[in-house]
């Protein structure tokens, strides 16, 4: 039997509609930064985040998760300033001409809020509910949220990354924030949980994750993994140019796709997106 975390086939609340009853889900990358390891600098300009955040809707995006601060490795931190002032006009034109929930990609309490603000429907924190002020703003607005691990900061987390059994520890860290987000009044099914492929794991823990990638979505909540263009691919297949590693990003995808991942984030929708049909369909 299902928990209450992943039982409904579609998610409703009152800023969105997420529809699980074909398969998995797509959630499309628009990074509006300059510095970003696979698209830095494409988008910043705001005509041109809003073109592509409504590119990918026509591609078959059930997600916009839109993020104005790098969290790459070796990625400086922000001044929320500055997120909000990328990301905040971009959601809103979004939000106004697509009923697709956009997702704001945000460690601060306060983009949070402004992004909420100005039409974003879920948020997407890689800290997964680090500070309760986010916990807070998720339970205070009733909307989804992607909890997702990730060992240290960006600046550091690729330095020595360290475990006694990465699968396990992973789990058990999501699981630690999931009854933090509970004991918030964030409901269940509101959580989605994310390895964090890349963020503090070295190539053989980012295989492991996947390997075992069944174990997260069977832990009774939708499980979400973003893989597309990282290091990782370009290890494994030799693709150095982030853009030339598509083809590596399908193979993430059909496998997580065909252990239940509910939503896979990537940056190529249109090419993704006949991944998941074709995994979906088969199953």
């Known amino acids: 039997m299902e928990s209450p975390g992943n039982s409904a086939m579609v998610l409703r609340w009152s800023g969105g509609c997420l529809d699980f009853s074909r398969g998995c889900l797509i959630m499309g990358v628009l990074n509006v930064t300059p510095d970003s390891f696979s698209d830095g600098g494409l988008y910043l300009d705001e005509d041109a985040a809003v073109a592509h955040g409504l590119a990918m809707v026509e591609q078959g995006a059930a997600i916009v998760d839109v993020g104005a601060e790098s969290t790459r490795p070796g ?9 909000i002032r990328r990301a905040v006009p971009v959601i809103k034109r979004l939000s106004e001409q697509t009923r697709v929930p956009i997702s704001i990609d945000t460690r601060k309490p306060e983009v949070a809020r402004a992004a909420l603000d100005a039409g974003a ?3 997407n924190d890689v800290t997964a509910l680090e500070q309760d002020a986010m916990a807070s703003l998720v339970a205070e607005r009733e909307v989804p949220v992607c909890l997702m691990h990730m060992q240290g900061r960006p600046a550091t987390m690729q330095e020595a990354p360290r475990y006694q059994d ?26 989605l949980l ?13 295989i492991l994750l996947l390997r075992h990638i069944d174990r997260f979505a069977r832990l009774g909540y939708r499980c979400l993994v973003g ?57």
């Open 75 to 83: 990625a400086q931190a922000l001044a929320s300033e500055e997120e």
């Open 227 to 283: 893989a597309s263009r990282k290091h990782m691919i370009g290890q494994l297949t030799g693709k150095e140019d982030p853009a030339d590693r598509v083809f590596g990003t399908a193979a993430t995808v059909a496998h997580c796709v065909a252990k239940d991942v509910s939503i896979v984030r990537v940056h190529d929708v249109d090419a993704m997106m006949d991944v998941v049909k074709v995994i979906n369909a088969i199953r």
């Open 194 to 206: 994310d390895p964090g492929i890349g963020f503090g794991k070295t190539l053989e823990h980012n």
């Open 121 to 123: 429907a879920m948020v």
């Open 166 to 191: 990465v699968v396990a520890e992973v789990i058990g860290f999501l699981l630690k924030r999931v009854e933090k987000a509970v004991h918030f009044g964030i409901p269940r099914d509101h959580l």
